[in-house]
T-cell receptor, first 111, second 112 residues
Framework: DAGITQSPRHKVTETGTPVTLRCHQTENHRYMYWYRQDPGHGLRLIHYSYGVKDTDKGEVSDGYSVSRSKTEDFLLTLESATSSQTSVYFC??????????FGPGTRLTVL | QKEVEQNSGPLSVPEGAIASLNCTYSDRGSQSFFWYRQYSGKSPELIMSIYSNGDKEDGRFTAQLNKASQYVSLLIRDSQPSDSATYLCAVNARDSNYQLIWGAGTKLIIKP
């Protein structure tokens, strides 16, 4: 969906460094999600938001935090990156009918 | 545990034939069912939503839902090489605050 963008699209970082991934949407989606996708695991939910400043944990939230200070932006932070967090990260948004629309993804490599 | 199961494939189908993709789910309370297409290196793209028992058609795609048997399927008629992708099935969980439960996906290969 052209209405959801992610930045950066690619990032290489070193173990122990903080990393922030940004998701920006212009669709006024109330709900926003951060997923990671790894071979053999499919899409796994990290955190989601059901409104400004309202967030909750998903199934793989350890080592990640999120913030949503306004409707348009949903940030994912890795406080201290580890090699196990090397993955492709997708942001998605939904208007509440459970249809989710995805951003283009961020490929993160932690060395 | 709530689950969505898909055959991982790959499913190989000749060009022009019908591709049939299947998905089963465990939560009887689920009300919303989705098919996404994901090309290699790209993000998932919503192609079909279905909420009621029966068939829903959109162009070459037909989604079929059977809540009693807890399965949802996707038929692709007149398959084209451009349909080659991984197809993800997703189902809402009644008590999960707008989360979706995702299958691992079926890789479809359309052979010219």
């Amino acid at each position: 969906d052209a209405g959801i963008t992610q930045s950066p699209r690619h990032k290489v970082t070193e173990t122990g460094t903080p990393v922030t991934l940004r998701c920006h949407q212009t669709e006024n989606h109330r709900y926003m999600y951060w997923y990671r996708q790894d071979p053999g695991h499919g899409l796994r939910l990290i955190h989601y938001s059901y409104g400004v400043k309202d967030t909750d944990k998903g199934e793989v939230s350890d080592g990640y935090s999120v913030s949503r200070s306004k409707t348009e932006d949903f940030l994912l932070t890795l406080e201290s990156a580890t090699s196990s967090q090397t993955s492709v990260y997708f942001c998605a948004g939904s208007g509440g009918n459970n249809e989710q629309f995805f951003g283009p993804g961020t490929r993160l490599t932690v060395l | 545990q709530k689950e969505v199961e898909q055959n991982s494939g790959p499913l190989s189908v000749p060009e022009g034939a019908i591709a049939s993709l299947n998905c089963t789910y465990s939560d009887r309370g689920s009300q919303s069912f989705f098919w996404y297409r994901q090309y290699s290196g790209k993000s998932p793209e919503l192609i079909m939503s279905i909420y009621s028992n029966g068939d829903k058609e959109d162009g070459r795609f037909t989604a079929q839902l059977n809540k009693a048997s807890q399965y949802v399927s996707l038929l692709i008629r007149d398959s084209q090489p451009s349909d080659s992708a991984t197809y993800l099935c997703a189902v809402n969980a009644r008590d999960s605050n707008y989360q979706l439960i995702w299958g691992a996906g079926t890789k479809l290969i359309i052979k010219p």
